[in-house]
């Protein structure tokens, strides 16, 4: 076996394995994991961020400091839910799990990604790294093809809650509790999907410039908010265990298995939805900046001005031509909370009278 791939399995090979009583306390502290990959990727990632961060202080271009906060603190939740106790913990409670879980797939990429970081890495790396490999790579044909196939809302979208769903199966729950390299895994691919999404929804292209439509990045968010809605009420109110690779008897905070499970559900069905459905809010507030901006470069002179788009001078030519466009997007809106209303009710009144 190549030395690269040792390294890259030493991590799993050393995590945590599932423990024969709940570890609380003081012998909890004592679990964490051996990672130096993640550790190295991520201080790696951290130290490239903060000297683009001062360079650009430097030139008088700083971003934001919400942004700065935003992307180490997403950051530093990637590195506790990888190498931190919260491995073991998760190895002991499908509601740590399922905690653990939301924190790699969404709450760190959705951080990273907000903070718009590309700029301040791209500025940061040194710069045998940024005109050696990084252009390299970036320039490659093939990449560059891929990369327009895999970062795209389908793609992202529907590999989200492919992995959200495959890992919840109950033979690849009790893999990943029982056995190390499995969890290692399912970390990583919680983790890369995560990073695709976020990728994706906080594209900083404009539509107009290449980038993707807000459209479908809405949808991106609703569709996976009302799977994990669905799917969470399932988890919290079937009558029995489905997982049986956690430890027997009480679990965190003394739940048996069932309400553990239920727990783990109601993770899913309100929490994690419930930024899902916040992050529209966000969405909704950089399409209306990406109009703008696209307004004012289209009003900037400059060649090619006899093929500008149509640009309203009145306030009725304004309500003309944005009324059907809006009247779509409200409509579809609406429908949207009421099929998750349906579809929660039904579900809810299925499991409870159907057992």
């Not at 940024?130 to 196939?149: C, E, K, Q, V």
Request: charged content about 15%; overall charge positive.
């Amino acid at each position: 076996m190549k030395p690269a791939r040792v390294l890259f399995l030493l991590p799993a090979a050393f995590a945590a394995p599932a423990q024969a009583a709940p570890l609380l306390g003081p012998e909890l502290l004592r679990h964490w994991v051996p990672d130096p990959v993640t550790i190295g990727l991520v201080w790696g990632l951290a130290w490239i961020y903060l000297r683009g961060t001062a360079r650009a202080y430097q030139r008088r271009h700083p971003p934001k400091d919400w942004r700065v906060i935003a992307f180490l603190v997403g950051l530093f939740l990637v590195l506790l839910a990888m190498v931190s106790p919260s491995t073991a913990l998760a190895s002991q409670s499908a509601f740590a799990h399922q905690v653990q879980a939301a924190a790699l797939r969404v709450i760190g990429p959705l951080l990273i990604l907000v903070a718009r970081p590309q700029r301040m890495l791209y500025a940061g790396m040194p710069k045998e790294l940024r005109r050696g490999i990084f252009a390299r790579l970036w320039r490659d044909p093939f990449l560059g093809h891929l990369a327009g196939r895999v970062a795209t809302p389908v793609v992202a979208a529907a590999l989200n809650v492919a992995v959200f769903w495959f890992w919840l199966l109950p033979p690849c729950q009790d893999a990943s509790v029982s056995l190390p390299v499995i969890g290692y895994l399912e970390r990583l691919s919680q983790l890369g999907a995560g990073l695709l999404f976020f990728w994706v929804l906080f594209d900083r292209r404009d539509p107009d410039l290449g980038g993707t439509s807000y459209g479908p990045r809405i949808v991106m968010l609703i569709v996976s908010a009302l799977v994990l809605v669905v799917t969470g009420v399932a988890l919290t109110m079937k009558p029995i265990a489905i997982w049986h690779a956690y430890p027997a008897g009480p679990r965190l905070l003394g739940f048996d298995a069932v309400d553990d499970e239920a727990t783990a559900g109601f993770v899913n069905w309100a929490w994690v939805s419930i930024i899902y459905l916040l992050t529209i809010i966000l969405v909704f507030f950089r399409w209306n900046a990406a109009e703008v901006r696209a307004y004012l470069r289209a009003m900037a002179p400059g060649p090619g001005q006899g093929n500008l788009p149509l640009i309203p001078e009145t306030a009725e030519e304004l309500w003309l031509l944005v009324e059907p466009k809006n009247r779509r997007v409200a409509l579809s809106l609406a429908i949207i909370p009421a099929v998750m209303f349906v579809t929660v009710i039904t579900l809810v009144v299925t499991i409870h009278y159907g057992t």
